[in-house]
């Protein structure tokens, strides 16, 4: 199985919004309303901030959000702060039972 | 609150088998809904899924690492673990225990150990 597609880094200023994207096929992404976001901040466990395409865990600001339209999931972040540069990583079921993470893209808050 | 801990050596000679187990806290591996994980992270890299299994011993494995890995569970010390033979410096990485939550309506992965680091190296 492939790793999902997303890209390497994405950065903006404090207040503004950005959007990571995540292509899969149409055996993952596009198969199921199962992709998660975790983000993780350097030498830390990775912590959820969105699951099944588009659920805020509790306690997620809702500056996270998540959207999917056919293979390629959408991670935005809203309202930009300092505290959200991290790695961002998603991850997929998929048609065989396993599961796939993306890459991961790095998020710099200028 | 359910936690999970990896435990095993820090480091496996090449060609040997790495063996880590996690253990369950809080909670039970033979709880329904859930699939017992591992998931690794080499240094400076993403994050690669290995695995899970269900308290009943059903697994799924990574088809890369499908022929090299075994996940078991021991229902009686809460415990489930990982086994990854004919290891090379590849197989070095952060080794993460995960709790994987699965209805007929949801599916993600919500509870992840601290990691253990393991290394590769004669």
């Known amino acids: 199985q492939s790793a999902l597609t997303q890209p390497a880094s994405v950065s903006g200023s404090p207040g503004q919004s950005i959007t990571i994207s995540c292509t899969g096929t149409?055996?993952?992404?596009?198969?199921?309303?199962?992709v998660s976001w975790h983000q993780q901040h350097p030498g830390k466990v990775p912590k959820v901030m969105i699951y099944?395409?588009?659920n805020r865990p509790s306690g997620v600001s809702n500056r996270f959000s998540g959207s999917k339209s056919g293979n390629t999931a959408s991670l935005t972040i809203s309202g930009l702060q300092a505290e959200d540069e991290a790695d961002y990583y998603c991850s997929s079921y998929t048609r065989s039972s396993t599961w796939v993470f993306g890459g991961g893209t790095k998020l710099t808050v200028l | 609150q359910v936690q999970l801990q990896e435990s095993g050596p820090g480091l496996v000679k090449p060609s040997e088998t790495l063996s880590l187990t996690c253990t369950v806290s809080?909670?039970?591996?033979?709880?329904?809904?859930?699939?017992w994980s591992w998931i690794r992270q080499p240094p400076g890299k993403g994050l690669e899924w290995i695995g899970y299994?269900?308290?009943?011993?059903?697994?799924s494995y990574n088809p890369s690492l499908k022929s090299r890995v075994t996940i078991s569970v021991d229902t009686s010390k809460n415990q489930f673990s990982l086994k990854l033979s004919s290891v090379t410096a590849a197989d070095t990485a952060v080794y993460y225990c995960a709790r994987l939550f699965c209805s007929r309506t949801s599916c993600f992965y919500g509870i992840w150990g601290q990691g253990t680091m393991v290394t590769v190296s004669s």
């Open positions: 149409n055996s993952d992404v596009g198969a199921y309303n199962y």
């Open positions: 099944d395409v588009s």
């Open positions: 299994i269900y308290y009943s011993g059903s697994t």
């Open positions: 809080g909670g039970s591996v033979s709880s329904g809904s859930y699939y």
